[in-house]
């Protein structure tokens, strides 16, 4: 029946086909690099990809990897592996699912393409450090560390100079792996095209300020892979356009994430990937469209920093002063903004088992959007991958009273 | 042994003790949590270092500020500071560790409304170039910053007398592991605990005169033991606060003659250089000491490092003591694990908390092990 309802075709976002083929291809080639005798890259979410696009190098990112794992409800089995192999329980459900998926050639994808090389960029946390050395040892493969220090309150003059010239070493740590010399013009035009993606990422989630938002946080979350991936590249670039124009006629025709859109909530903290869709459809069921998120606005939340005429001097101050890697005073500064921006009702907060630099500091942000904006908020103790740690019937029961709170805030 | 018994009236109310200190010698104190404190530049600005421990108490306030999935040391250190058991700090400074201490660090900066907040921003991996020449940066942006902030000038010659105070602590330190190593029945497990805690809590020259003294008598002792009867044991981890733990080891036969611990050899290893550029030695030891989980130096080291304690120390077992919840530590436990096991020897791994420790089960668990040794 659901198949052919026409209110809720029309809904469908149709650049998801798109998504999932290009996903499919880029996949395809990763895996079959050892045949074309492409190198391969395994880079942390938050790394600094576009060196590597620049080299022809292949990244894989094994958080994108993690959340696959999570959407295809592999992650309470591959994390269970894990514990068998001596990690404890409380560790992050992505780095567990990818360290078991290695020997086990696991996972939606069976497992990904074997690394030439690791490149870990610690601005999202310190969990990357230990996941990536782990690999390091596995598969016997050089690891690259770009140090970003944390920017608690601000980014030192000298931390600006340890990362530039970490930079230096990185691109230096490439060309002796690839055994050629970086290409600089291609340098500065893989820059380009990254801070275009960005800059069209951007545009794309602010689409979501219009009433009814035409597309929702859990959209975001799926969306996000390309400006993770491919970032730096033309494909990522053409699609955020076709995505965008997308979302442009979307708001023309009146068409919502959520038909009936009355409520607008933000969401915090990565998604609970095994859950986005019971989730979505159980907030759409009281009216509700989580029109924002923290999470992927990760992405392009640096780009003030950015100059994307000189590309290789100011990333290093883009990749620093990413959302996770600053104080909490500036995260709650930025949630407050959101929150305006977007015109939200409430704050929806995923306390995460797996990120303790994400989820330790929420009750403080919690505290400050009370005061600064009085909205309500939810916490739900959860877990984005190991599906052990997610209570439907204490979390559907926590999500409908929050929402008469929404409600009644709103209806007086 | 009155040196010991005054370590450990002084442990009994650390606290207490500091606050004294504060009273007769107007000196500022200045708290820390971990052993990448630059005690070595506080000392010099004229201030007396003051290592944190959480004190046992249950956990109520930061509740409201961390979640139950963090660890009980950082839960345990808020709590102390939340209720105001740390209102006599002149400041506090959090070097970068892991990712529970550095939220810990913004917490800390929002909530508690006495003394100065100090961030040290400290590179985490250590084994490149560009990496100890920030460690450099970082510790003279420190030095600029206590300036600045204790209106004091901390100088060249200050700071080389500082860092020899702290070598001369280290080297006796290292000299009394030695004793230990080698006559593992002279001094028990609890004093050694007891030694090393009070290093971090103590005015660091009486500390060091009593540390002096107390050598000398064990060395005078007459009860060593030639052929050790005891099942020798390495214990690996990060804060250990339970002198029970080394008490149960030795009632089950075992003893502990060297550690991998935070605040064990790790905060003596390594001694610091005396040259005309002191802040250079003191990167260069951070970058050279055996590391801590949350920095990175070749991706082999620790399990290296443990092995060559393992064999200088002719040990027959290792016990990790597992902080619950500390990331850094389980990362590393199964390679660690699998290093040992390679080369046979046996190793059990124990999760603690660091309020409670689950004494019954705990000690069952170790007494099976040194069973089996």
Redesign the interface.
């Known amino acids: 029946m659901a198949e052919n309802d026409p209110e809720k075709e029309k809904r469908k976002i149709k650049s998801v086909k798109k998504m999932k083929a290009i996903m499919t291809k880029y996949y395809r080639q990763a895996k079959l690099a050892w045949l074309t005798r492409k190198k391969v890259a395994w880079i942390t979410s938050g790394g600094p990809v576009e060196p590597l696009i620049a080299m022809d190098i292949i990244p894989v990112y094994p958080e994108n990897h993690g959340a696959m794992i999570g959407a295809s409800k592999m992650g309470r089995d591959l994390c269970g592996k894990s514990e068998t192999?001596?990690?404890?329980s409380?560790?992050?459900s992505y780095?567990r699912a990818d360290i078991s998926c290695a020997p086990l050639k696991g996972g939606p994808i069976g497992g990904l393409p074997k690394p030439n090389m690791l490149i870990c960029c610690?601005n999202i946390?310190?969990?990357v450090?230990?996941?990536y050395?782990?690999q390091?040892?596995y598969f016997r493969v050089p690891?690259f560390?770009l140090?970003t220090?944390?920017c608690?309150?601000q980014f030192?003059k000298?931390?600006s100079?340890?990362v530039r010239?970490?930079i230096n070493?990185y691109i230096a740590f490439l060309e002796n792996i690839c055994k050629k010399k970086m290409d600089y013009d291609r340098m500065k035009e893989v820059g380009r095209l990254s801070v275009e993606g960005q800059r069209l990422w951007q545009n794309v989630l602010d689409t979501a300020c219009h009433k009814p938002a035409p597309l929702s946080a859990f959209d975001a979350f799926f969306h996000l892979a390309l400006i993770v991936t491919l970032r730096g590249t033309q494909i990522a670039v053409d699609y955020y356009k076709e995505l965008l124009a997308e979302m442009r006629a979307r708001i023309t025709g009146g068409i919502g994430a959520v038909s009936t859109e009355k409520y607008r909530l933000l969401w915090d903290n990565l998604p609970i990937w095994y859950r986005t869709k019971w989730l979505s459809e159980k907030f759409a069921a009281a009216d509700t469209c989580l029109v924002a998120d923290t999470y992927t606005s990760a992405w392009c939340g640096a780009l003030q920093y950015i100059d994307e005429n000189n590309f290789l001097n100011s990333m290093a101050e883009g990749y620093s002063r990413i959302y996770l890697n600053i104080?909490?005073?500036e995260m709650a500064r930025q949630v407050v903004n959101m929150i305006d921006k977007y015109d939200v009702d409430g704050l929806v907060m995923h306390?995460n088992?797996s990120c303790?630099?994400y989820?330790?500091?929420?009750?403080?942000i919690q505290r400050i959007v009370r005061e600064k904006r009085g909205l309500p908020s939810l916490m739900l103790?959860a877990d984005m991958v190991d599906e052990r740690y997610f209570s439907e019937s204490q979390i559907a029961t926590r999500i409908d009273a929050f929402m008469e709170m929404v409600k009644e805030r709103k209806g007086s | 042994m009155e040196n010991m018994e005054m370590m450990n009236a002084v442990l009994a109310d650390p606290f207490a003790y500091a606050r004294k200190l504060q009273k007769d010698t107007g000196r500022k104190i200045i708290g820390y949590m971990c052993s990448y404190a630059p005690e070595e530049i506080i000392f010099a600005a004229g201030a007396h270092p003051l290592r944190l421990f959480s004190s046992g108490r249950n956990i109520l306030a930061a509740d409201g500020h961390l979640q139950s999935y963090c660890c009980s040391l950082v839960r345990g250190v808020l709590e102390n500071a939340l209720t105001g058991n740390y209102d006599f700090l002149d400041g506090m400074i959090f070097p970068h560790t892991c990712d529970s201490v550095q939220r810990l660090s913004d917490i800390w900066r929002l909530n508690i409304p006495h003394g100065f907040h100090c961030d040290v921003v400290l590179p985490v991996k250590l084994d490149t170039v560009s990496a100890r020449q920030y460690m450099q940066d970082v510790l003279r942006l420190f030095c600029a910053d206590l300036e600045k902030t204790l209106q004091v000038k901390i100088s060249v010659s200050g700071l080389r007398q500082s860092i020899a105070l702290f070598n001369e602590i280290r080297t006796a330190l290292q000299k009394l592991y030695a004793l230990k190593n080698n006559y593992p029945e002279m001094i028990s497990g609890k004093d050694l605990y007891t030694i090393l805690k009070a290093a971090a809590v103590m005015e660091r020259n009486d500390y060091l005169k009593n540390l002096q003294a107390l050598i000398k008598e064990f060395s005078g002792t007459t009860v060593r033991i030639d052929k050790p009867v005891s099942r020798r044991l390495l214990l690996t981890g990060g804060v250990c606060s339970h002198p029970d733990v080394y008490t149960m080891i030795e009632e089950a036969g075992g003893t502990v003659v060297d550690d991998d611990l935070c605040t064990g050899a790790r905060y003596f290893s390594g001694i610091i250089a005396d040259t005309s550029d002191p802040i250079a030695a003191l990167a260069d030891r951070y970058c050279a000491r055996a590391i801590c989980p949350a920095k990175h130096q070749a991706s082999n080291t620790r399990a290296e490092n443990i092995l060559q304690k393992v064999k200088a120390g002719n040990v027959a077992g290792v016990i990790f003591l597992l902080l619950k919840f500390c990331d850094p530590h389980a990362f590393d436990y199964p390679y660690l694990k699998a290093a040992l096991d390679k080369a046979g020897i046996p190793n059990i791994l124990i999760e603690i908390e660091d309020q409670l420790l689950a004494q019954g089960q705990t000690k069952t668990r170790i007494e099976a092990f040194l069973e089996n040794l």
């Open positions: 192999m001596g990690y404890a409380d560790l992050c780095a610690n946390c310190g969990t450090l230990k996941w050395e782990i390091a040892r690891l560390i140090d220090p944390f608690h309150t030192t000298e931390a100079q340890y010239l970490q070493e104080g909490i005073d306390s088992r303790k630099p989820s330790f500091g929420q009750l403080d103790e």
